[in-house]
């Protein structure tokens, strides 16, 4: 079985090798890319070369990555010069992706963004990802309004672009059970994460209000092969260790993972590809 979790669990701009190798010493098999997922950060072939070798160190993969949502420079921007430079930023992602052996990049496609700057972004990108052996997978947001994902899923086919199902998330809106099931033939990624149905809190699943017997069946009856992915965060104002807190969600994550294995009775062990 193969255990995934976010990097920024307790920061997202500061060094990432101490989560990392806390995360590979808490029995995760590999990691969720969310460092510098809000800001215009662009990783060097430097950086890119020392992370692949710390994660060889450690025995553990990099499964997917959260691409920049971008502070300035926007991919779903009206302004143009700004979008350009978004795409450029993404493409550094799915360059990070492709030299690391990830088969996902995670966006945000926002009701408030520009939906002519979205379509033209992602078919800028499609061909940059088919040629890197990458996915691009749309997230469910915390607004109550996702159908620009309908949209945008309308004009591009499941195997370029695809969803990324957050629960916290679908917790929130109320429709993320439907919203997996609909587009089940597009789930490349997850963010699985629990919450008490007010606010976005990243706690660990069966700690919040959220009915999981919804999500694992959408999952379950998914297209969806690859890691039990987990998108925390680290409350240390609760005076839980580091070690406990990875410790519980790593067998909250096995705990789901029995759950989707019976829904489907066949093994959840294998990355999709």
């Known amino acids: 079985m193969l255990y995934s979790c976010a990097t920024d669990y307790f920061h997202d701009t500061d060094d990432p090798r101490p989560y990392i190798r806390s995360l590979a010493d ?19 072939p430097e ?23 971008g502070k300035r420079w926007v991919w779903e921007a009206a302004e143009e010069q700004d979008r350009q430079e978004g ?15 990830a088969a996902a990049v995670v966006l945000h496609a926002s009701a408030q963004g520009n939906l002519d700057s979205q379509r033209r972004s992602l078919g800028e990108l499609e061909e940059y990802v088919r040629n890197r052996n990458v996915k691009i997978a749309l997230e469910n947001l915390s607004s109550p309004d996702n159908r620009r994902l309908e949209v945008l899923f309308s004009q591009f086919s499941p195997d370029f672009l695809g969803f990324c199902y957050d629960t916290g998330h679908g917790n929130l809106t109320k429709d993320g059970p439907t919203l997996a099931k609909v ?18 809190r990243h706690w660990v699943p069966f700690r919040g ?49 029995a759950m989707v294995e019976a829904v489907r009775g066949k093994s959840f062990a294998k990355p999709w590809g």
């Open 26 to 44: 808490a029995g995760f098999d590999g990691i969720h890319w969310c460092h510098h997922w809000a800001d215009d950060y662009r990783y060097t």
């Open 87 to 101: 795409v450029r930023l993404i493409k550094n992602r799915i360059d990070m992706a492709a030299a690391l052996g």
């Open 183 to 200: 587009w089940g033939n597009r789930l490349f990624a997850l963010h699985v994460h629990d919450n008490d149905g007010k606010a976005d």
């Open 209 to 257: 209000t959220l009915d999981w017997k919804p999500v694992i069946e959408a999952i379950g009856c998914s297209v969806y092969q690859g890691p039990l992915t987990l998108e925390l965060k680290w409350y240390t104002e609760t005076g839980e260790p580091e070690r406990d807190f990875l410790v519980t969600a790593k067998l909250a994550a096995e705990r789901l993972t």
């Open 47 to 69: 950086d890119v070369g020392a992370l692949k070798q710390y994660l060889a160190d450690l025995g553990i993969a990099l499964f997917d990555i959260h691409a920049s949502a």
